[in-house]
């Protein structure tokens, strides 16, 4: 696969692309699949069924996949997405693009998993973060435990698994970032917990055959949440922009999930299939906030001086295989900074990416 497989409009190469007026623009745009994502489904066996589909990421991936089936002709091919849906209009939206959404508590321990539907392709997006360090018990059950019922739910299904890159260690800054070869070190209750997860899945393809994908992900950007919102709001408001943690991987989301839907053409059995997913530049907080004081017109305030070390991923894998990101950095700013513009919406959940000592 050629990276201009996922290529976007000439617009958006040279970052002078417009930004979004509005949600539903954005929801568009991520959810436009490339030409070689629809190939990849139009091979599909068996239906697809998104656990965890109310997150940040689920809906526009639900909707991502469904666009691309519809457009490789495979109407015959359902796509569930399974959530508790506390926002019953996050359903509704789904429900009319033709998504099935099915509403089911997976973290009920005692939830029967067999009342959820058969399916072949199964992404895994289930996951306890922020507030895993003062409940530890709880981010060990999400995150590890969880996985081992859906492996043996289903067994025969190819499983893509969202994981992170922070069961890596933190690495100099001119290293390029850690691999998939690379030996990893998690640090704090979530990242163990992560890692965790990885081994159960693992566990299950060694062991009962299970066709598995781990997708170390970070940092997804959507300009309602992210490394960029997080920055960017700070500038916006006159709030200092701290660089101790200096450096961050970041990826445009409708990337990282044509990435996370492809892979399950990839998925084996074995030790599976791992891979880094994340954008090719080593991004500098520093210069971030410095476009934004440009886009914004208003001087970022900086404190603190950089580490030497961050979390960093080399995504070179991903790229080989996908082609890289359709959508630079640059120009993810510049989107970034119209939106804050506007005052369009944020999720208001910070991705906490300065954190270095694994409490989240």
């Given at each position: ?57 689920g809906p526009s991936l ?15 091919v359902m796509v569930h ?67 081992d019922r859906v492996a ?209």
């Amino acid at each position: 696969m050629t990276p201009s497989a996922v290529l976007p409009p000439p617009d958006e190469l040279t970052g002078t692309g417009p930004g979004f007026p509005n949600e539903a623009a954005l929801e568009e745009r991520l959810t436009a699949p490339s030409p070689a994502l629809v190939r990849d489904l139009a091979a599909l066996e068996g239906d697809l069924l998104v656990l965890g589909a109310g997150g940040k990421m689920g809906p526009s991936l639900c909707r991502l996949a469904r666009r691309a089936l519809d457009e490789a002709g495979r109407d015959d091919v359902m796509v569930h997405a399974v959530s508790r849906w506390s926002d019953p209009a996050a359903a509704q939206r789904l429900a009319e693009h033709g998504v099935r959404t099915v509403a089911f508590d997976l973290m009920d321990p005692d939830a029967d998993l067999t009342a959820l539907p058969d399916a072949g392709n199964v992404v895994f997006m289930v996951g306890a973060k922020f507030g895993s360090s003062g409940a530890p018990a709880h981010a060990w059950a999400v995150n590890a435990a969880m996985p081992d019922r859906v492996a043996r739910r289903w067994s025969g299904a190819r499983i893509a698994a969202f994981s992170t890159g922070n069961v890596y260690p933190l690495v100099p800054i001119g290293s390029g970032g850690s691999t998939e070869d690379d030996a990893v070190a998690p640090v704090g209750e979530y990242a163990m917990s992560c890692l965790g997860r990885e081994r159960v899945f693992q566990h299950a393809a060694l062991t009962r055959d299970a066709r598995v994908a781990l997708i170390r992900l970070n940092y997804a950007v959507d300009l309602r949440y992210g490394v960029l919102a997080d920055i960017g709001a700070r500038v916006r408001a006159g709030e200092p922009v701290d660089l101790t943690t200096g450096h961050a991987n970041v990826v445009w989301q409708g990337y990282a999930n044509e990435v996370a839907l492809r892979s399950l053409r990839h998925a084996t059995t074995g030790e599976g299939f791992t891979l880094n997913l994340t954008g090719p530049e080593t991004a500098s907080v520093r210069r971030i906030a410095e476009w934004f004081g440009d886009e914004l017109g208003r001087p970022p305030v900086l404190t603190g001086t950089e580490a030497p070390t961050a979390l960093l991923s080399d995504a070179s894998r991903c790229h080989a295989l996908f082609g890289y990101p359709g959508v630079p950095l640059r120009t993810l700013v510049r989107w970034q900074a119209d939106w804050l513009r506007r005052g369009l919406p944020l999720s208001g959940r910070p991705t906490k990416f300065q954190t270095r000592d694994g409490r989240f």
